[in-house]
């Protein structure tokens, strides 16, 4: 690969091989939020549990409770720390026949249950803002459901995990058997049936001529799956049941990507050969010459695609050059790179530099205007960050360079989701949206008005190549963002666009609403399709996301409906929700509304 001429060595210049590289997400400096998080108000620390009987419970005790099954009131509080509940009934399964248990008692007692993980989420799915939660029950899935077993053996090579299982113990104990993955979310410490349930994905992309390593698979994690346990209703004996679902079963597409209305206890996921990885940086190209027109000369995310696949740009706001990731399939160490043994290696400083905590006070105290300064803050940072730690030109096997995001990072909200279209487009999309983006952001700007304050992210997998899949398939998931068009066989990529801000933030609501719709308006037709990302925000109205009516009953439906049979998309997958949860004991408020 031809990588981008080097930057000033001023600037990011390698230590010694002997440097040492803690771990830190790939927003650089973001990575230390947690010792800003005083400054700006954003921390929290988790709320101890009240236990069943405990008379310092502030919430109705759920009537006729299992009583062998342990239950405490805990506190909820999503990733991004917009949904927060002090007090809601939690569970803790040990074994899945407790799930299916809990399931009848539900059924049985007016009760909703819902799955709980890391709680690393954006959207709605698990509990609704402001809803009454007196009659849900949470479900910890990762106190005992977490198991991880491998079997290098089979045709594929699987590997079966609890639902709680973090995806970096999956691709840890892969890796001890010589297996991986080629795509992974930049984040390990999700659960893996969390990460399923919305169509979770990474952002490895192939180069020019790049074939698949059999086994793996360059779309979403759901079309790695083989099989999976869940627990769904038996009409026959009015009651759930565990019930176990091949990739030859016509439901499981369904449950793929089931968007929170199932409840995955296991699964089984095929693996392929591990492969070495090679991770450059650079923060020396013009973002006029990043995200160029197709067939533009220069250092441009067309080219990088073509040689490597594995691209990703964080821009951050009135900011000049983004940080730019170059992964390359790399079996040898290459003399420039230094070896790394363990994920998240871009640990930039112990604490926000002055530059950056002085604007992120101002600006999340509501002084907007420091918002040019707060983005130049982060790109320092980055920037020098990457020198100080030798972290340019990094090399390792494929977990320990994809995984690059820790949950420390700044809590902040997301809007965007996903174009899917022709590889010969990528150059268009992102230019077009850019472009788009830019203008929008001077145009505010002139009026004093900054309602974004974090960076544009771009990056890049492919849609869910049932041809990758090693065993009989029903086909793919109905409601993955990266689902293939059967009308489209050209459409063969799918990129990731999105862009950040602090909660709270001025007008961004707004912003974000008109960013949505000119997505949606603008990638459509004989061009491309976009579809909403589920985990992050979407429906925007001026208040907030989930909430605008025709997102949510119009235009996120067409997603799954316009040139995919009534079986393979939206009406397909609402059908077999129905069938093995007709009491709707798997669901809330929101998903009422969005699957009705």
């Not at 930057?7 to 803690?22: G, H, M, N, W, Y």
């Not at 995200?291 to 821009?315: D, L, N, Q, Y």
């Amino acid at each position: 690969m031809t990588s981008p001429a080097p930057t000033p060595r001023s600037e990011l210049d390698d230590v010694s091989e002997s440097a040492p590289a803690p771990s830190l997400s790939r927003r650089g400096f973001l990575g230390a939020a947690a010792g800003a998080a005083a400054l700006t108000g954003l921390g929290w620390s988790p709320a101890g549990a009240v236990p069943l009987g405990d008379p310092r419970a502030t919430i109705p005790a759920p009537p006729e409770f299992p009583a062998d099954i342990p239950l405490a009131q805990q506190r909820f509080e999503n990733w991004a720390k917009t949904i927060r509940f002090d007090a809601v009934w939690t569970a803790t399964a040990r074994d899945p026949q407790d799930v299916v248990r809990i399931a009848n008692w539900a059924h049985g007692h007016g009760y909703r249950i819902r799955p709980r993980g890391t709680m690393h989420s954006w959207s709605p799915l698990t509990v609704v803002p402001g809803s009454n939660v007196d009659k849900i029950v949470l479900i910890d899935t990762m106190a005992h459901l977490n198991s991880v077993s491998v079997d290098p053996s089979g045709a594929p090579a699987t590997v079966a995990a609890g639902a709680g299982a973090s995806i970096e113990s999956i691709l840890t104990a892969l890796e001890h058997e010589g297996l991986g993955w080629a795509n992974s979310p930049a984040i390990g410490d999700i659960t893996i049936a969390g990460a399923l349930s919305i169509g979770a994905h990474g952002a490895t992309y192939p180069a020019a001529g790049e074939k698949v390593t059999p086994g793996q698979s360059f779309g979403s994690l759901s079309n790695l799956v083989v099989a999976l346990d869940a627990v769904v209703w038996n009409a026959a004996s009015g009651a759930y049941e565990l019930r176990t679902f091949r990739r030859s079963d016509s439901d499981i597409t369904a449950l793929l990507a089931h968007v929170g209305r199932g409840f995955v206890t296991s699964v089984t996921l095929q693996a392929g050969a591990n492969y070495r990885l090679r991770c450059q940086s650079f923060a020396d190209v013009p973002w006029q010459e990043l995200f160029a027109p197709a067939g533009s000369p220069g250092r441009t995310f067309e080219r990088f695609v073509e040689e490597s696949g594995r691209v990703e740009a964080i821009w951050f706001p009135f900011t000049e050059t983004p940080w730019l990731k170059i992964w390359s399939v790399s079996p040898e160490k290459p003399a420039a790179s230094r070896e790394v043994s363990g994920p998240y290696n871009y640990y930039f400083s112990d604490s926000i530099p002055e530059s950056v905590t002085t604007p992120l006070g101002q600006v999340a105290s509501g002084l907007q205007a420091a918002t040019p300064a707060f983005g130049a803050g982060q790109f320092g940072a980055v920037a020098a960050g990457l020198a100080a730690t030798g972290t340019t030109d990094l090399w390792g096997w494929s977990k320990d360079l994809l995984f690059y995001l820790r949950h420390t990072t700044l809590r902040v909200v997301a809007g965007g989701g996903v174009v899917v279209t022709r590889r010969e487009n990528i150059a268009r999309v992102i230019n077009e949206f850019t472009t788009w983006l830019n203008e929008r952001m001077n145009h505010y700007a002139a009026l004093g008005q900054y309602p974004v304050n974090g960076p544009f992210e771009v990056r890049l997998c492919t849609v869910d190549d049932q041809s990758e899949v090693l065993v009989d398939s029903a086909g793919a998931p109905n409601l993955s963002p990266v689902r293939p068009r059967p009308d489209r066989p050209d459409w063969d990529t799918a990129i990731w666009m999105n862009v950040v801000s602090l909660p709270g933030t001025a007008g961004l609501s707004a912003f974000f609403r008109e960013m949505e719709q000119w997505m949606a308006d603008h990638y459509s037709g004989d061009y491309a399709t976009f579809r909403s990302e589920w985990s992050k925000g979407w429906a925007f109205d001026d208040e907030g996301g989930y909430r605008n009516p025709q997102f949510l009953g119009e235009t996120i439906p067409a997603m799954y409906r316009t040139g995919l049979s009534s079986k393979a998309g939206w009406d397909g997958a609402l059908e077999v929700f129905d069938r093995h949860d007709p009491h709707r004991v798997f669901g809330n408020e929101f998903l009422d509304e969005l699957f009705p």
